[in-house]
């Protein structure tokens, strides 16, 4: 007996999203921020090049100038306190609505009424500041992986992957793709072994072009057709599989 794969159709598949650079334009403050609390705690004197900590989330950049200054990782209230003076601050910078990202509303409403597709949250940020963030996006309550959770990108991607993914039988998920802004998110994803396509222009998306996306975009605008592009090789992909043979 010749089993056959269900159609693409009828298989739902999940959107990972990066939150800072990605779906706000909130990349600068959010760094700003971090900043101003490291230096306000005694651990850098000046500026930090972010890209030179090889875990560039908000918990990788704190634990490695932590120990750069004391010799040892903070405990986890200590931790915890930088996490709620993040979001603190965050949150006193008022109304960011003129941050969201072009075209991200209405992908969002369009993703909530397919059956099919399910979205979910990787963020190298903390999870408060990070809730505090897509509140503006009318989301009280996202399915989120972030940095309070764990420290490196992949990490915090593979979790977002298994929540998306939490309520759908594993015969039943099709395509998985991220979207991100860094080199690190497309590194990410090419650990995680999933499709990326990158929010970025100029010079920073050429790059992220030579580390694999599938696609680079500067917003949202235009996004659907690159999610159906990637559907449709999806489906080239499974017709192409041999059918598999079962015992009768």
Aim: proline share 6%.
């Amino acid at each position: 007996m010749t089993t056959t794969p269900p159609p693409l159709d009828s298989l739902s598949h999940l959107l990972v999203l990066d939150i800072d650079g990605t779906v706000l334009r909130s990349a600068a403050p959010h760094r700003i921020i971090l900043q101003s609390l490291l230096m306000d705690a005694g651990l850098i004197e000046q500026e930090l090049d972010f890209s030179t900590f090889s875990d560039r989330t908000d918990t990788g950049i704190l634990r490695a100038s932590f120990e750069r200054r004391h010799g040892r990782t903070p405990t986890r209230s200590e931790q915890a306190s930088f996490e709620q003076a993040m979001a603190a601050r965050y949150a006193a910078l008022g109304s960011v609505d003129s941050q969201v990202m072009p075209g991200v509303l209405d992908l969002l409403a369009r993703l909530q009424t397919k059956p099919n597709w399910n979205f979910a949250f990787a963020t190298g940020c903390w999870r408060e500041s990070a809730t505090k963030k897509l509140s503006i996006l009318g989301l009280a309550r996202p399915c989120m992986s972030t940095a309070s959770e764990f420290q490196s990108r992949p990490d915090i991607l593979s979790q977002a992957i298994a929540l998306g993914w939490r309520d759908t039988p594993p015969a039943a998920r099709g395509l998985t793709v991220f979207v991100g802004d860094g080199v690190w998110d497309a590194q990410a994803a090419g650990t995680v072994a999933i499709p990326f396509i990158g929010i970025a222009e100029g010079s920073a998306a050429t790059e992220l072009m030579c580390l694999g996306a599938h696609a680079v975009v500067p917003d949202f605008t235009n996004f659907w057709p690159i999610l159906e592009d990637l559907s449709a090789r999806l489906a080239a992909r499974a017709a192409r599989q041999p059918k598999l043979c079962s015992p009768i």
